[in-house]
């Protein structure tokens, strides 16, 4: 088994520090937060940013200051900005990719979510991927339903996108798709014949956390993903402690299947991604 990237979402735009006080929210937070999340294993950090009242941000100079704390406290870190619309104006969804990080998110297509519909017109996907293209950041995929995945294939048929996308099937988000294991094999087999050079993962949300990883790694993924942007707990009856307890457990699991967590400079090799500058 080949290492494996280890994924950690250590923020997000859904849970506030009243739902588990570990989540971080300032950026001074969740540059620690991401700096014992790499000593615990992760490798890949994806970053959404909040205003002072928790409420989700598109501030170029918080995503700034992360990034730069965490590539000052841990500089081998993949950096990922999140791109995802949750509480944010549509036009400034795209305002930090200029900052050039490693990664950024992008939803190919719309989706419903539990309170709200998740709107992705073609026009706004097409200009993030383009700021993507031309700031040199490696797009991650975020198929919420099939015809995502055609959409991202359409990308790169307009040369919006290399044919080497990150792609993450996120599964068990209510009103969306199920996290249940023959839709993953439905889903990646779909995605291995139009988009063959795309490296992948799955992403379990709330409880499906743990066993969405359990498949993506019987099926030989190339990375997982944790952290409390998706889960706050570790089980059903206990809060997580912080997003570094979520990576032991999914280093843990990593090694239940015969494999370990990637070094930094493995996971930039595994997603083909230059070494840290
Ligand atoms: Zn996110």
Known sequence: MNPVVVAVAITGSVPRKKDNPAVPTLPAEQVESTHEAFEAGATLVHIHVRNDDESPSSD???????????????????????????????????????????????????????????????????????????????????????????????????????????????????????????????????????LPKATWTAAGIGANQARVMDWALARGASAVRTGLEDNVRVAKDRLAASNAELVRVAVDLIGRHGGRAASPAEARAALGLPAAA
Request: hydrophobic letters at 40%.
């Open 60 to 194: 170029p100079e918080r995503f700034a200051a992360v990034q730069e704390g965490v590539r000052r406290h841990c500089p081998d870190m993949i950096v990922q900005f999140s791109t995802g619309g949750r509480g944010r104006d549509q036009a400034a969804r795209g305002s930090s990719l200029s900052l050039r990080p490693d990664m950024a998110s992008l939803s190919t297509g719309s989706v419903n979510f539990p309170t709200i519909v998740y709107e992705n017109a073609t026009s706004l996907v097409e200009d993030l991927a383009t700021k993507m293209r031309d700031n040199g950041v490696l797009p991650e995929i975020e198929i919420f339903d099939l015809s995502h995945i055609h959409a991202a294939r359409r990308l790169v048929d307009a040369g919006l996108m290399k044919e080497t996308p990150h792609v993450q099937f996120v599964m068990g988000v209510k009103n969306a798709m199920p996290a249940e294991e023959h839709l993953l094999d439905i889903l990646l087999a779909e995605t291995r014949r139009i």
